[in-house]
């Protein structure tokens, strides 16, 4: 349990102003998270973040001041978001289909200070965008996104990628400027075990670019990777390195990842609200307070119950078994860490921010929603 000190990091003074199930960010924390990222590199122009783990105007302008241009994200409403902060370099790491072409070319057009670009993996995409910039007179920027082993979305790398690449450098309309790839699949905690099994999708990447430059096009740039592989990326100086969940870390990560020693900068702050046996609890800490997607087991630890075993969970509820003598009471509360920080923070419109263990006020979660203005 958690000792009456009142000075660890996470802990808070003034409970009794935030209600739960809460969203907390630690700014110091945050700031030293993006120190130690651009410390992990030789140049702060090789790092592209993904925005989607915080989708916040906040945290993006910390990254802009500290030098940090380029960006990653998933949704035109975080694009708008980097557009709105000055963001001078967007990657919308989606390829638009239907309504989102209108949305991606209405983007471009409202905010001409940042260079947007988009992926690509299919030709009747390519010609839907081309469109977009033929209409506008100004070519629409793309990268070709390759399947690197996630089977998600890309196009394997070989002759139809090659073949891809050459026919798109030549629409009118297109602005043909690399290869993306992404490897999430690429989990293994052991450093070596990760390493061997991005080798596989960076090699493919690496041979496509020189049949690329071998076919007499420019050398495409590459946007590759997460945090699992931003350390391997990060040594080989053509690519843009895209990790993203580094920003506030979490406990899925923290536990896998042991040589990336970034700090857990969130957490959501739960309460119990019922006893309902004598070796039973209940937090406020439901389907929607918490991401779900991993098994019962897997979906958050307690800082300071670190015992507590998750017996169920519904949507505004989580039961806890604790062993007799836990000394909870209905109204105390628990620290808890998200195993998977990033679908967590899409749950809330907004984060309380903690400096010196005190409230100092909220950040909005301002992409959160699918539209901000487009």
């Known amino acids: 349990m958690m000792s009456n000190s009142m000075n660890e990091w996470f802990e808070i003074n003034d409970l009794d102003t935030l209600d739960s199930p809460a969203l907390v960010f630690y700014p110091a924390r945050i700031a030293e998270n993006i120190e130690k990222l651009k410390s992990s590199i030789d140049h702060v122009d090789r790092l592209r973040p993904h925005v989607k783990t915080h989708k916040s105007a906040d945290i993006t302008t910390l990254m802009l001041n500290a030098g940090i241009s380029k960006f990653k994200?998933?949704?035109?409403?975080?694009?708008?978001?980097?557009?709105?902060?000055?963001?001078?370099?967007?990657?919308?790491?989606?390829?638009?289909?239907?309504?989102?072409?209108?949305?991606?070319?209405?983007?471009?057009?409202?905010?001409?200070?940042?260079?947007?670009?988009?992926?690509?993996?299919?030709?009747?995409?390519?010609?839907?965008?081309?469109?977009?910039?033929?209409?506008?007179?100004?070519?629409?920027?793309?990268?070709?996104?390759?399947?690197?082993?996630?089977?998600?979305?890309?196009?394997?790398?070989?002759?139809?990628?090659?073949?891809?690449?050459?026919?798109?450098?030549?629409?009118?309309?297109?602005?043909?400027?690399?290869?993306?790839?992404?490897?999430?699949?690429i989990h293994k905690p052991s450093l070596q075990k990760r390493r061997e099994e991005w080798q596989a999708g960076w090699d493919a990447i690496r041979n496509l670019s020189e049949q690329i430059v071998a076919a007499g096009l420019p050398r495409p740039r590459i946007i590759a990777g997460g945090t699992p592989t931003f350390p391997f990326y990060a040594e080989e100086s053509e690519v843009e390195c895209s990790p993203g969940t580094f920003i506030l870390w979490d406990k899925g990560y923290q536990d896998s990842f042991k040589e990336q020693e970034y700090l857990i900068a969130a957490m959501v702050l739960t309460r119990v609200v019922s006893l309902p046996s004598q070796t039973t609890i209940t937090v406020d800490l439901g389907h929607k307070a918490v991401a779900a997607e991993n098994e019962l087991t897997k979906r958050v630890y307690f800082i300071n119950a670190p015992n507590a075993r998750v017996v169920s969970q519904s949507e505004e509820h989580l039961v806890l078994e604790m062993g007799a003598d836990h000394g909870l009471q209905i109204g105390d509360v628990l620290y808890a860490l998200p195993k998977h920080i990033c679908p967590t923070v899409a749950l809330y419109e907004r984060a309380a921010i903690v400096k010196d263990n005190q409230i100092m006020g909220e950040w909005k979660i301002s992409s959160r929603d699918r539209k901000i203005n487009i």
């Open 73 to 185: 994200c998933a949704t035109i409403a975080e694009a708008e978001m980097l557009a709105q902060c000055g963001a001078t370099n967007v990657l919308l790491a989606y390829q638009p289909v239907g309504p989102k072409i209108t949305r991606y070319a209405e983007l471009i057009s409202r905010y001409p200070s940042t260079s947007f670009s988009c992926l690509f993996d299919h030709a009747n995409s390519i010609k839907m965008l081309s469109e977009v910039g033929r209409k506008a007179a100004q070519p629409v920027n793309v990268f070709l996104d390759l399947n690197i082993g996630m089977n998600r979305t890309g196009i394997t790398s070989g002759d139809q990628a090659l073949r891809l690449y050459l026919a798109a450098s030549t629409i009118e309309g297109i602005n043909m400027l690399g290869l993306h790839g992404y490897d999430g699949h």
